[in-house]
C-alpha cells in the first residue's frame, strides 16, 4: 500500500526557512508524480507546487509561491522535499504531501492526486 509521510513543519519566525519532507513507502517512486498541498484554518486546501515523474518536465507552482519555494526529490531515498524560503504569516498551514502514478498537466493538477499523507503543521509567527 502507498504511505506518505511528512515531517520537518514546526513554528518559524517570519522571513525564516523550513525543509519539508515526504517519505514514501509502498509505490515505485521514480514512476509517481509528486506534489504538496496546503490547507490553513477555515480556508480550502490549496495547491503549492508539484513535480511530474519524468525528469525533463517543468515544476509547477502556486503564484503565491513561487520564487520562495522550491520542490525536488531525491528517488534513491523515496523522498520529496519543499524547500520554504522568505517565509509569511499567511503560509501558516498544515502541508500535505500527495502523489499519482505516471504524469499530470497543467489543467488536472488541482484534482489528478491519488495518494495523500497525513500532513506537517507549518507556523510562521509576525
Known amino acids: 500500500q502507498v504511505q506518505l509521510a511528512e515531517s520537518g513543519g514546526r513554528l518559524v519566525q517570519a522571513g525564516g526557512s523550513l525543509r519539508l519532507s515526504c517519505a514514501a513507502r509502498g509505490l515505485t517512486f521514480s514512476r509517481y508524480s509528486m506534489g504538496w498541498f496546503r490547507e490553513a484554518p477555515g480556508k480550502e486546501r490549496e495547491f503549492v507546487a508539484a513535480m511530474n515523474w519524468r525528469e525533463d518536465s517543468p515544476t509547477n507552482y502556486s503564484e503565491s509561491v513561487r520564487g520562495r519555494f522550491t520542490i525536488s526529490r531525491d528517488n534513491a531515498e523515496n523522498t520529496l522535499y519543499l524547500q520554504m524560503n522568505s517565509l509569511k504569516p499567511e503560509d501558516s498551514a498544515v502541508y500535505y504531501c500527495?502523489?499519482?502514478?505516471?504524469?499530470?498537466?497543467?489543467?488536472?493538477?488541482?484534482?489528478?492526486?491519488?495518494?495523500w499523507g497525513q500532513g506537517t503543521q507549518v507556523t510562521v509567527s509576525s
Open positions: 500527495n502523489a499519482g502514478r505516471g504524469g499530470y498537466t497543467g489543467s488536472n493538477l488541482e484534482n489528478w492526486w491519488n495518494w
